[in-house]
């Protein structure tokens, strides 16, 4: 199901300010399951959980699922998920890897890689971005489409021009396709930033979703503030993205499902026995947050 254009959302967070402008309902809805879509910025998001417990935290009586399925390097074309195969191989992956998630709603956070690796990048970015759009749109999924931020480590010539272009056609992409657009326009701090200030740390993740909670899930409820209870929900966040992390990326994958199955491939019908653990870790979660 299509989200229509009236609803197509355009969130512009300014670096300086705590509050965001956006119109319509928030973009979720209770018992939601959403798969974070992305490369290393996504990735990365997960180890500490901070994303994650703002939205949940916010909406306690939601019941939201997320699912973590950013991969390293990876960009629109799936590159960074061909493993030991072609780039289209790396594209399928990423349309599997939404079908592990059981996700309804896909929030899609690309442009980051792009933006860094220059014109070329940028030039594929476009059609890159269309072609998944539309192959999870096959698949009934309701789309979120996230613009990327700038972090300060990159020292690419024209990096600012490449960023906005990605921002362009990302909002393009939406506008075309009724999918809403979240534009955040977050600069982190120095203290939210990695050593080589390259990605966001857990502050800089917990800024980063504070600026788009509202348009996902509304500003009704400010969120838990930082104390043992916040704390606690977001180990079990990050014990939860363990347990799908191992269920839909196994360390062993190649001799589980890859050209050395032969070897231990039976013991790929382990890997579903993941999914009530994983139920449970949601389980908590919802409890931690006093639903």
Known sequence: ???????????????????????????????????????????????????????????????????????????????????????????????????????NVVLMAYGFAEASDGKPAVERFGPG???????????????ILLTPVAMPGYKVTGYDQWLSECRSIIERVGKERDIPVISVQWVPSNDQ???DRLLPNSLGYAGYANAVAGALVGEANSGMPLGPEKVALKQLISNKNQLFFHRYRPQNETY????RK?????????????????KKADEAIWQATGS
């Open 1 to 103: 199901m299509r989200f229509k254009f009236s609803r197509l959302l355009v969130c512009w967070v300014l670096a300086c300010a705590t509050n965001s402008v956006f119109s319509d309902e928030p973009l979720l809805s209770p018992n939601d399951r959403v798969a974070i879509l992305g490369g290393t910025f996504v990735e990365r998001m997960q180890a500490s959980g901070d994303f994650e417990a703002e939205l949940q935290s916010r909406q306690p009586n939601w019941n939201l699922s997320f699912r973590n399925i950013g991969w390293s390097g990876d960009d629109v074309h799936g590159i960074g998920r061909k493993r030991f195969d072609s780039a289209e191989d790396g594209f399928k992956r990423i349309l599997r890897d939404v079908e592990t998630s059981d996700a």
């Open 129 to 143: 971005l269309a072609r998944l759009a539309d192959e999870l749109l096959k698949q009934k999924k309701r789309l």
């Open 193 to 195: 930033v990695t050593h």
């Open 256 to 259: 589980l499902y890859l050209f």
């Open 262 to 278: 032969h070897e231990q491939g039976n013991n790929a019908v382990e890997i579903p026995q993941f999914d009530p653990l994983i």
